[in-house]
């Protein structure tokens, strides 16, 4: 811990514990953005993705307060195509669509309310282990090949989920008439 001090990549605050400093976030990680380790949330590796890959950490603030902590991978190919500075107001699966040539994209997300660890809880300004929305989603080629992976981190006191689906033809949702 002492050298991490003495290289200014930690600060420590009495009572509250030992984070990581902004300017450390800055520094490029050694381990390739698709180690497998680092990928647990998403429940398997990105096996099939196109190597080298890009991890973006973004930061989302709302009225000057942090509201969402987001991680994505994409191939560094495609995030070559996409417009400098467009992720400022476009999510990265519409950028993808629109420039990239990728269309008929699929995927899956997964919603799971979690405790805040240490990092997190610092860099969206909650208090550790106060829950937080973590939503985990994938986007697939038409071939099956991963394209996008992303891990969210949402304040729960801003975070909401509005779900709807088509019932597929020939099914009666219950409780309709036929």
């Given at each position: 811990?002492?050298?991490?001090?003495s290289a200014g990549l930690i600060e420590s605050a009495l009572g509250l514990g030992i984070f990581v400093i902004a300017q450390a976030e800055?520094?490029?990680?050694?381990?390739p953005a698709h180690d497998p380790l680092a990928l647990s949330d998403l429940g398997r590796d990105l096996t099939g993705m196109e190597t080298p890959q890009l991890h973006?950490?973004?930061?989302?603030?709302t009225k000057a307060q942090p509201y969402l902590l987001a991680d994505l991978w994409l191939p560094q190919h495609y995030f070559d195509m996409l417009p400098e500075g467009a992720d400022e107001t476009q999510l990265y699966s519409q950028l993808s669509?629109?420039?990239?040539?990728?269309?008929?994209?699929?995927?899956?997300?997964?919603?799971?309310?979690?405790?805040?660890?240490?990092?997190?809880?610092?860099l969206l300004g909650v208090t550790f282990s106060e829950p937080v929305a973590r939503?985990?989603?994938?986007?697939?080629?038409?071939?099956?090949?991963?394209?996008i992976a992303h891990i969210a981190h949402i304040r729960c006191d801003v975070f909401t989920a509005e779900i709807s689906s088509v019932p597929t033809v020939g099914v009666t949702p219950a409780g309709s008439a036929g």
């Amino acid at each position: 811990m002492g050298v991490l001090r003495s290289a200014g990549l930690i600060e420590s605050a009495l009572g509250l514990g030992i984070f990581v400093i902004a300017q450390a976030e800055q520094i490029k990680p050694r381990a390739p953005a698709h180690d497998p380790l680092a990928l647990s949330d998403l429940g398997r590796d990105l096996t099939g993705m196109e190597t080298p890959q890009l991890h973006v950490r973004k930061h989302h603030y709302t009225k000057a307060q942090p509201y969402l902590l987001a991680d994505l991978w994409l191939p560094q190919h495609y995030f070559d195509m996409l417009p400098e500075g467009a992720d400022e107001t476009q999510l990265y699966s519409q950028l993808s669509r629109d420039h990239t040539g990728l269309t008929d994209l699929s995927g899956y997300q997964i919603i799971t309310i979690v405790r805040a660890d240490v990092a997190t809880a610092h860099l969206l300004g909650v208090t550790f282990s106060e829950p937080v929305a973590r939503v985990v989603s994938r986007l697939f080629d038409p071939e099956g090949r991963p394209v996008i992976a992303h891990i969210a981190h949402i304040r729960c006191d801003v975070f909401t989920a509005e779900i709807s689906s088509v019932p597929t033809v020939g099914v009666t949702p219950a409780g309709s008439a036929g």
